[in-house]
């Protein structure tokens, strides 16, 4: 599996398309350290701005992120998820918009499944998820 927290993280991963399909190997979800977002965006520190143009490059690559604010410290990893996806939708329904129509309905699809075995799989990801999110603030 794909490991971009690591310090060779930039000897995996090139470019913004490189990003993109390394997420999407990795079935839509995939860890990513700071500096590496940094060093795509061509930038030489995390400041405000850099970190707005990251948000938005991702949003432009069909990818999502949490925590939902981008960290400036070069050492802080954050997941990336591709948008679109049954994920996205546990993820929107738990962590971004949770009274909204389309979270009851990701959520009553996660209770309501027949194949028990990828639920699973699903719930340790929200457990990850929220794991991650607790430990940035």
């Keep these: ?3 971009l927290t690591t310090g060779d993280a930039g000897d995996q991963v090139k470019s913004w398309e490189g990003l993109r ?3 999407e190997a990795s079935g ?5 350290v700071m500096w590496l977002l940094r060093d795509l965006e061509q930038a030489g520190r995390l400041g405000v701005h850099v970190r ?3 948000s938005r490059r991702l ?9 939902a604010d981008v960290p400036g410290e070069q050492y802080a ?18 962590f971004r918009d949770g009274s909204s129509k389309a979270a009851e309905v990701a959520l009553r699809r996660m209770n ?3 194949d028990a075995e990828k639920l699973q799989v699903v719930t340790e990801k929200v457990e990850e998820l ?6 940035q603030e």
Excluded at 59 to 67: E, F, I, Y
Excluded at 130 to 135: F, G, N, V
């Design 77 to 94: 990893v954050i997941t990336l998820y591709k948008r679109g996806t049954p994920a996205a939708a546990v993820v929107d329904a738990v």
């Design 59 to 67: 949003d432009g690559l069909g990818l999502a992120h949490l925590p």
């Design 130 to 135: 929220a794991a991650i999110l607790l430990d």
């Design 112 to 114: 309501t499944s027949r």
């Design 28 to 32: 839509g979800v995939l860890r990513v």
């Design 52 to 54: 707005a143009s990251i």
């Design 1 to 3: 599996m794909l490991d």
């Design 21 to 23: 399909n390394a997420v």
